[in-house]
Nanobody, 115 residues
Framework: QVQVVESGGGLVQPGGSLRLSCAAS????????IEWHRQAPGKQRELVAE???????NYVDSVKGRFTISRDNAKNTVYLQMNSLKPEDTAVYYC?????????WGQGTQVTVSS
């Protein structure tokens, strides 16, 4: 079945950058909508960014201008470029590969922004 693996998380200082990757197996990646979610301790999981199969993108207000989501269908991979990171960006980041009838979640990757 579809497998989703996030990578690229780590510890970074405020103002720094990270690029997260979401690699997915499956023959239908190119028609899937891809979402990045995050969950901070004590908080609900929130949608951070999404990219549709046609390439349209949306972002939560708190990351607009700082984060960029993109996809490379040839590699079955979606990226989340995160710039100007803030401590409040600290969370586990999850990738969801969404087809019309199914969601396929990865295991998450930890992002910690701290001095």
């Amino acid at each position: 079945q579809v497998q989703v693996v996030e990578s690229g998380g780590g510890l970074v200082q405020p103002g720094g950058s990270l690029r997260l990757s979401c690699a997915a197996s499956g023959r239908l990646f190119s028609i899937a909508n891809i979402e990045w979610h995050r969950q901070a301790p004590g908080k609900q999981r929130e949608l951070v960014a999404e990219i549709t199969r046609s390439g349209n993108t949306n972002y939560v207000d708190s990351v607009k201008g700082r984060f960029t989501i993109s996809r490379d269908n040839a590699k079955n991979t979606v990226y989340l470029q995160m710039n100007s990171l803030k401590p409040e960006d600290t969370a586990v980041y999850y990738c969801n590969v969404h087809y019309l009838t199914n969601d396929h979640w990865g295991q998450g990757t930890q992002v910690t922004v701290s001095s």
